[in-house]
C-alpha cells in the first residue's frame, strides 16, 4: 500500500514537471486581464515590494500568476520582466468591478480557471484577451468610470433630526444634488480636490465626461444610492472630495459658491468623503479599439459576454461588503459628523492660522488615500 502511495505522488510530481517544462516552452504573449475584487482588508491595488505587513490586491494577483504557471517565479519578484502595468491604482479599501491590468504571459491551457483556482474568492479574473505587443492598460485607457455606492441620510439637511434607518430621499433633494454633481462637467482645476497640487500645476486640470446619482434603493433596510462619475483621468482624492463637498452644500454646512471657488487659485477646505463605497467600475479604451479592434488580429477591448459575471460579482462581493460595513462601522454617519469642523468660508490666509483645526480633521477622516488613478 505504502509503495502505491508512493508510486501515485511520484507519478503527480512527473507529471507536474512535465506541465511545467511543457509550459517553460510556451512563447510568452501580451495580454490583458479583466479583474473584479472586493478591496475590504487590503491595502490597495499597488504591490509595495519590501512591504510584506501591507497586503495588496496584486500580492495575491501575482502568487496566483506564478502557481498557475503562467509567469516564471523572477517574474513575481520583479514585475516589470513581465511587462505589468494596472489600469487604475485602487487605494486602501477600494473595491473594483472592471479593473485592467496588462502583462506578458505563457497562455496555457485553461489559463483562466486556473489563475482562478489560486486566488480567494474575492478577487476573480472574468477575462482574457490578446493586445498589442506594445500595449500598456495605464497610457491607453482614455477614460475611467467609478461608482460611489452611500446610504442616502448622507443628504439630509444638518438642521433636521433624520433617524438614519427611516430617511428616505425625496425627489426635490435628488434633484439638487444631480444639478451639484452636473456642475463638475467639463475641464477644471481640481487642485483643491488633491493633495500636493498647486493651482498652477497643468495636470489639476481635468476632465470630467458625466457625473450624476441613481435612484434609490433599500438594502438591508437602510436606503442607499449609487453615484457615477466618468472621467478622464483621477487624481488621489479626487473623487471623494468632489462627493464630499457636494454633501457639504446639500446638507447645509457650505454655499453652492464655494464650488466655482474652489476651481480658483485660493485654497479652499474641501472635505474628503469615506473611501468605502467607491469602486473603479469600467477602463474605457475608446482609441485603441478604434485603430487596433478590428484588424483582424485583435479583439475590441469590450467586455459585453462578461457582464453577467460582473454584475454577479458585485452583488456577491462588493455591494454586501459596503453595506454591511457602513452597518458595523458606520463610516459615512460618522465622517458626516466631521463636517462642522470644517471651515468653508475662510480664505488662504485665515486657512493658515486655522491649521490646528484642519489637521483635527484630517486626523478623524483617516489618512488612507482612495481609489482614484494619481499620476
Keep these: 500500500e505504502e509503495n502505491g502511495h508512493q508510486n501515485k505522488r511520484l507519478k503527480n510530481d512527473a507529471d507536474e514537471e512535465d506541465a511545467e517544462d511543457q509550459n517553460k516552452k510556451l512563447p510568452k504573449r501580451k495580454i490583458v486581464l479583466l ?9 490597495g491595488m499597488q504591490r509595495n515590494v519590501g512591504s510584506s505587513q501591507f497586503k495588496t490586491i496584486e500580492d495575491d494577483l501575482v502568487s496566483a500568476l506564478v502557481q498557475s504557471g503562467c509567469i516564471p517565479e523572477n517574474h513575481g519578484e520583479d514585475m516589470k520582466k513581465m511587462s505589468f502595468q494596472r489600469c487604475a491604482r485602487t487605494d486602501k479599501g477600494v473595491s473594483a468591478a472592471g479593473q485592467i491590468v496588462s502583462l506578458k504571459v505563457r497562455l496555457i491551457d485553461d489559463i483562466l480557471e486556473k489563475i482562478n483556482n489560486h486566488l480567494p474568492s474575492h478577487i476573480r479574473i472574468l477575462g482574457l484577451k490578446r493586445v498589442t505587443g506594445g500595449f500598456n492598460s495605464k497610457n491607453k485607457c ?9 446610504p ?15 430617511y428616505r430621499l425625496d425627489r426635490e433633494t435628488l434633484e439638487r444634488v444631480n444639478n451639484l454633481l452636473a456642475c463638475y462637467k467639463g475641464t477644471h482645476n481640481f487642485h483643491n480636490f488633491t ?28 436606503e442607499f444610492a449609487v453615484i457615477t462619475v466618468k472621467g478622464q483621468s483621477f487624481m488621489m482624492h479626487q473623487i471623494r472630495k468632489m462627493i464630499g463637498l457636494v454633501i457639504a452644500i446639500v446638507k447645509g454646512y457650505a454655499a453652492e459658491s464655494i464650488m466655482e471657488r474652489s476651481w480658483g487659485e485660493e485654497k479652499v477646505d474641501v472635505p474628503k468623503a469615506p473611501g468605502l463605497g467607491l469602486v473603479l467600475e469600467k477602463v474605457h479604451f475608446e482609441k485603441y479599439n478604434r485603430r487596433f479592434g478590428n484588424d483582424g488580429l485583435h479583439e475590441p477591448l469590450e467586455w459585453t459576454e462578461e457582464e453577467e459575471k460582473i454584475a454577479v460579482f458585485k452583488e456577491q462581493y462588493i455591494y454586501p461588503t459596503i453595506i454591511n460595513t457602513e452597518r458595523e462601522e458606520k463610516s459615512m454617519a460618522n465622517w458626516l459628523n466631521t463636517l462642522p469642523i470644517h471651515d468653508f468660508n475662510s ?15 484630517s486626523d478623524l477622516e483617516g489618512s488612507d488615500g482612495c481609489g482614484d488613478d494619481s499620476d
Design 35 to 43: 479583474m473584479a475584487y472586493s478591496g475590504k482588508g487590503y491595502h
Design 142 to 150: 482614455d477614460a475611467r468610470t467609478y461608482s460611489y455606492m452611500l
Design 195 to 222: 493633495s500636493q497640487k498647486g493651482p498652477r500645476d497643468p495636470s489639476a486640470k481635468r476632465y470630467i465626461m458625466e457625473m450624476y446619482c441613481g435612484e434609490p434603493f433599500i438594502r438591508e433596510n437602510v
Design 347 to 361: 480664505s488662504a490666509v485665515e486657512m493658515q492660522t486655522n491649521n490646528k483645526n484642519s489637521k483635527k480633521s
Design 152 to 166: 442616502t441620510f448622507a443628504f439630509a439637511h444638518k438642521d433636521h433630526d433624520v433617524q438614519e434607518e427611516l
